[in-house]
């Protein structure tokens, strides 16, 4: 309900003024005062909509009524019309405006122009009284937005700093701590009573001038970055988050990862040991395998065969009526050649000769003949070697990587083609089996059981190679693998 003030000493002007107010103007109320200094107390009470004041009055003019009300804080922001009978002049109006009347209207005052300027003032104090709302809801809503802030700013985990760039001819040179939270110390170790106000290189001893940079590029594009660095002077790791809150400021979020970086570091020593290890056991094991393929080879075959020749020549030596005697010894012959064969088996087993003898490429060709014999796998091979010579360890590894696959496929495949290729591709050595099997699924490729599959990654890092292993299902498997060749 609009609330209009008359503030006039005319008894007739103040029962017009009502009226017409009252008939036109829906809903309102009309309050009267006849002096200056009873409409001040009632402006300050009541607290109209808008205020009719008259400027010739006794005691107090309207002027200085006015003056009073846009100077009180209660009353600044309600409208006020002057009326006037007296001072129309240009001057009179001026002044008016001056000590903050809102409009004029002359007397005698027309019903049309008195309503429709009540009314104006009326959308005026309405939306004034909108606006000081909104602003005081900011207000309140920036107070809270910044206690929360500040309480979570006391009680993050991470360090936290506000910091300013500090330029020389556009050049970034330092920078300046403006703000620090408490978890800062924890993280660094240095109290932010101790660093407010000062430089980077001031509180951090050989900050590096990269790091100076790197803050200032999110100072000039606003890209966020986040990344590790290692603060020699702070003899910490820390991993930052660092963004531009606004323009000419870089709010820098960290949490020192000094302990995992160490333990990273440890697990990475503890692996290349490990891995150390495992090469120094496969070659133990090769160079053992080599021995008692050559033992085997040079004694057990040699006596195997001795025996054999022995036992031919006592057939010959017996009488043909030795029937009984005759077949035992054919029969001792007929083990011993058996023996002989298995003896040979278990020696390329071991170690095969022809990889000694004729290299890689020969010996993949022999092992694959031999594994298609055994299975009824068929094997395509495409060896594309211009006569390398390999170091004798890298053929190793090759060689025992095929056979490792070949394994796979006859145990687990179920695969009926076997595409084999070995290249030489620019500085490197490609070894690519795929078959047509059921594919390998990934749950087995990173089972930590799959000795097999981790035999041929050991192999494959000791050579500073690379490998991929990738089925599909029901269409097989591709094993990649390529080795620098030095």
């Known amino acids: 309900m609009p609330k209009i003030l008359i503030i006039d000493d005319n008894f007739e002007v103040q029962t017009f003024l009502s009226s017409v107010i009252k008939k036109r103007i829906p809903n309102s109320s009309v309050r009267i005062a006849s002096s200056g200094l009873d409409g001040i107390e009632k402006a300050k009470n009541e607290l109209p909509d808008t205020i009719l004041l008259d400027i010739k009055m006794g005691n107090m003019d309207g002027f200085e009524v006015c003056h009073q009300l846009k100077s009180t804080e209660e009353t600044k922001h309600i409208p006020v019309i002057i009326l006037t009978g007296i001072m129309t002049d240009t001057k009179s109006r001026i002044k008016g405006l001056d000590i903050g009347a809102d409009a004029f209207l002359t007397k005698p005052i027309e019903t049309a122009a008195l309503v429709a300027q ?39 985990v991470s360090g936290f700093a506000i910091i300013r760039i500090v330029y020389d001819h556009g050049r970034p040179v330092d920078y300046v701590y403006l703000d620090v939270n408490p978890a800062h110390e924890k993280h660094t170790g240095i109290k932010g009573t101790d660093i407010l106000g000062k430089t980077g290189t001031e509180v951090i001893s050989g900050l590096k001038k990269e790091w100076i940079e790197t803050l200032a590029r999110v100072d000039q594009t606003g890209d966020p970055i986040e ?36 333990a990273e570091n440890e697990l990475m020593q503890s692996r290349e040991q490990l891995r150390s290890l495992s090469v120094y056991l496969q070659s133990v094991r090769e160079e053992e395998r080599t021995l008692i393929a050559r033992e085997l080879h040079d004694e057990l075959g040699q006596t195997l065969t001795a025996l054999k020749i022995d036992l031919s020549c006592l057939n010959e030596m017996l009488p043909r009526e030795l029937e009984t005697a005759i077949n035992k010894i054919d029969t001792m012959s007929e083990i011993i050649s058996d023996t002989i064969q298995f003896t040979k088996k278990m ?13 890689l490429t020969a010996a ?64 490197n050595l490609e070894l690519t089996v795929v078959d047509n099997g059921k594919g390998i699924s990934d749950e087995r490729i990173a089972n930590p059981k799959s000795f097999g599959l981790i035999g041929i990654r050991e192999r494959v890092l000791q050579f500073g190679g690379k490998y991929n292993i990738n089925g599909i299902n029901k269409q097989g498997t591709a094993v990649s693998v390529s080795v620098p060749i030095k």
């Not at 003899?235 to 160490?262: C, D, H, M």
């Not at 020696?347 to 290299?359: K, T």
């Not at 360890?393 to 090759?398: E, V």
């Open 118 to 156: 009540v009314n104006v003032m009326l959308r005026i104090k309405r939306a004034d009284d909108r606006l000081r709302d909104e602003k005081e809801w900011l207000k309140n809503t920036a107070h809270e937005s910044e206690e929360k802030y500040r309480l979570m700013f006391e009680k993050m």
């Open 347 to 359: 020696v390329s087993d071991l170690r095969p000769s022809i990889l000694d003898n004729l290299g």
């Open 227 to 262: 990344s590790e660095y290692y603060f020699e002077g702070l003899n910490s790791w820390l991993k930052i988050f660092a963004y531009r809150p606004q323009t000419g400021l870089v709010a820098v979020s960290f949490e020192n990862i000094t302990e995992r970086k160490l």
């Open 364 to 427: 993949i060709e022999w092992q694959a003949k031999e594994f298609q014999k055994r299975t009824g796998i068929n094997c395509n091979l495409n060896l594309g070697l211009n006569n390398i010579k390999l170091d004798q360890d890298l053929a190793t590894a090759l060689f025992r990587i095929f056979q490792e696959t070949l394994t796979n496929v006859a145990r687990h495949a179920d695969a009926t083609d076997i595409d084999m290729n070995l290249i030489q591709k620019d500085n």
